[in-house]
């Protein structure tokens, strides 16, 4: 049995479900168990993905750049749908009108987005292949490539994790909200940081 998922902020165990109970179903292939995808790689970041976020579209040449630049060191990036509303049809109609790099996979009721404390769309979560969450957060601190000031979050968490160093373990998060039903389901759009800055990583999510 693999261990409960260890969250990197606390480091206490989320008393929800194991790895091994949680699996998402890819638009191309069969379903995984969330454990198995972590045995594949050193480390792999899952990136919350929806097809209606704005947000998810301006960070997608960012998110498929650090996927490729990683690959090679052990990393693997998993887009994963958890709003209520999009199937799998939705979801192999956006991956072929964007020319996706990778398949995305179907979180069905959003188990493991609360699992891993993602909220918004497009959150990053770094996690060791023994299931302990290493980073969680935001991709940089731009809202366009080549702003003044960038804060390159998630690189410097990847970085850390290569290096065996500890490293920030969450930072302030934008985005979608994820959707958790039908019901709650609103249009989809970028809203203000939950965290004021990174300088004071200890708030939500």
Request: proline fraction near 7%.
């Amino acid at each position: 049995m693999v261990a409960l998922l260890m969250t990197g902020c606390a480091g206490r165990v989320v008393p929800t479900a194991t790895l091994d109970e949680l699996a998402l179903q890819p638009t191309r292939g069969a379903p995984a168990a969330v454990s198995e995808l972590l045995a594949r790689s050193g480390a792999t970041v899952f990136v919350f993905w929806s097809a209606g976020c704005p947000c998810v579209r301006r960070y997608q040449d960012r998110i498929d750049a650090l996927a490729t630049d990683w690959a090679s060191r052990g990393i693997a990036f998993i887009e994963v749908s958890s709003n209520a509303g999009e199937t799998l049809e939705s979801l192999r109609a956006a991956e072929h009108q964007r020319h996706l790099a990778r398949p995305l996979w179907r979180d069905e009721g959003g188990l493991l987005a609360r699992q891993l404390g993602a909220h918004s769309t497009p959150t990053v979560v770094l996690v060791r292949r023994d299931g302990q969450v290493l980073y969680r957060g935001w991709i940089d601190n731009e809202r366009l490539p080549g702003e003044a000031g960038r804060e390159a979050w998630l690189e410097a968490a990847l970085q850390s994790f290569a290096a065996g160093t500890p490293a920030l373990a969450k930072s302030p998060t934008w985005g979608c909200t994820i959707t958790r039903s039908l019901s709650s389901a609103v249009p989809p759009q970028c809203h203000s940081p939950e965290v004021a800055s990174s300088s004071s990583p200890g708030g939500p999510p």
